[in-house]
């Protein structure tokens, strides 16, 4: 089974920085997708950022020019750097990844358990 694996949110004040890291466990033939989504309190989950094998970044417009999202290939890992943050970016962050495994023609979507980050006033 694959696993998704979120880690770095915890307690930040406004203005401060924070950086999330997703891994991956199990056996992957490829990862097409890999991206950040975010649930605040009360809220319906939202995209914030993701990137595809091959191709440049996407954010979401309220994290643009605050928040970078990189991957490493080769350890099939990604990673979101959040700058500025501000109270409103308090949520339980999750690691996305769309890929294929061993054996299986087609794509399966996984998600992480997520981590909390909160950013105090």
């Known amino acids: 089974q694959v696993q998704l694996v979120e880690s770095g949110g915890g307690l930040v004040q406004a203005g401060g920085s924070l950086s999330l890291s997703c891994s991956t466990f199990g056996s992957i033939s490829s990862i097409n997708v890999m991206g950040w989504y975010r649930q605040p309190p009360g809220k319906p989950r939202e995209m914030v950022a993701y990137i595809r094998t091959g191709a440049s970044a996407n954010y979401a417009d309220s994290v643009k020019g605050r928040f970078t999202i990189s991957r490493d290939n080769a350890k099939n890992t990604v990673h979101l750097q959040m700058n500025s943050l501000q109270v409103e970016d308090t949520a339980v962050y999750y690691c996305?990844?769309?890929?294929?495994?061993?054996?299986?023609?087609?794509?399966?979507?996984?998600w992480g358990q997520g981590t909390q980050v909160t950013v105090s006033s």
């Open positions: 996305n990844a769309e890929l294929r495994v061993p054996g299986r023609p087609w794509n399966y979507v996984y």
